[in-house]
Structure formats: C-alpha cells, structure tokens
C-alpha cells in the first residue's frame, strides 16, 4: 500500500464474534480527505495482524492540482451540467479521490441539492481541479430508479405471482458506493424511509420481505 501511519486515521472500531478486531481507517493526503482512501486491519485475538485490505494507496501523484482551476470555475462546471439543472450547489471543499477507472484525481466535492421529476436529489459531485471537468457523480439518495422497477413489477405481475422482497439498510451512501463499489439496489432503504417503504409493501399486498442490515 505504500502509506504511512500520519496518512490514516481511525474511523471505526469493530470486534466480530470470533473476538477478531477490524480497524477502519480513512486516508488523507496532503491534509486532505482521500475520498474511497480506506484500509482495513484485521487483528486476531492473539493480537496478529490476519490481513490488511482496502483501496488506499501510497502512490499520490505530487503534480495533481498543480495549475487549479477557481471555485468559480467549478460551479461553473456544474452549472452548464444539464444533469444538475435547477438544483443548488452547496460549498466546495479540496479532496482527492479515486474514479470507477482507476485514476486519481485532486477536486472540488460539492453537494448538489434539490429535487428532479418530484423527487428529493442529494449529489456529491466533484471537477478535476486541472482540467474543470466532472470526473464523478456519486448520489446520495438512490430511490427514484428503483420505484420505478418496483412499481412496474406490482402493475404488470403482482396480481400474477407472489413476490418476495430483499431490502438493504446500509451504511452511508458513500461507503457503499466507493466501498463496495454498488451502484444501484433494488429497493434502496435507509432507516429513514424505511416504515414509509415498508407500508407500502403491505399496501400493495407484498406477502414477505427479507431486510438485511449492514453496520460495517
């Protein structure tokens, strides 16, 4: 990995029932979050180390950013995006982060806020700080895709045949998308929509549902 112990820290903590630790660190460079920068220790009850994993790595490129663009610049960017449209961009703040293609990339995170077709939107958004150009969109809110393949489902096949649902309760957005690398879920619950959804399973005569939790 190539890191050096000032370049992480300690985010959480977890003791699994066969007393096995796992230490999750986050990676900053340079003073910066590394966003998807995360290792995980796993310390076994001897107290040996069993295995490191994650996607932090030690081999930042010192020339990223070097001629930035503004903050202007970047909204800018945003702003001409037709997939942020009438939505509001929030403050911006320097990171790094790692794209779906391997790259790495020094950019402005902002939060792209307010609501599409009806529905709530929730974007983190960042603009590769050399070139101005939008290098990832990662949603924060992941529903309306999903609704509609549900509902679809219900009109054209739940009068037909019995249907048993698999809902997730995940862990924040962000761990999930550049952690675990998901993209889409069907359907996506987080705690707070979860009796809403939930209440419509029974409506629309669901007859089970299967609800996983991830804590990780």
Request: with cysteine.
């Amino acid at each position: 990995f190539r890191l050096k112990s000032e370049n992480l820290a300690l985010r959480r903590l977890t003791v699994d029932e066969s007393g096995t630790r796992h230490f999750r660190y986050a990676q900053k460079h340079q003073g910066l979050d590394v966003i998807g920068g995360d290792l995980v220790v796993h310390v076994d009850v001897k107290g040996d180390i069993s295995a490191i994993n994650g996607t932090a790595r030690g081999d930042i490129s010192p020339t990223l950013g070097a001629n930035p663009i503004g903050e202007a610049e970047a909204r800018g960017a945003i702003i001409k995006d037709a997939r942020f449209g009438g939505l509001a961009t929030g403050a911006l703040r320097t990171v790094y982060i790692e794209t779906d293609d391997g790259a790495m990339h020094k950019a402005f995170e902002a939060v792209v806020a307010g609501a599409r077709n009806g529905e709530p939107v929730r974007d983190k958004v960042y603009v590769d700080l050399d070139t101005g150009a939008i290098v990832a969109d990662y949603p924060q809110i992941f529903h309306a895709e999903s609704r509609k393949v549900y509902k679809d489902w219900i009109e054209n096949e739940g009068s037909k045949r019995p249907i048993t649902i698999w809902t997730y309760m995940l862990c924040p957005a962000w761990e999930a998308q550049i952690i675990y690398k998901y993209k889409q879920f069907f359907p996506m619950a987080y705690p707070w929509r979860a009796g809403r959804i939930f209440k419509e399973f029974a409506n629309d005569c669901v007859r089970g549902y299967f609800n996983e939790i991830d804590h990780v």
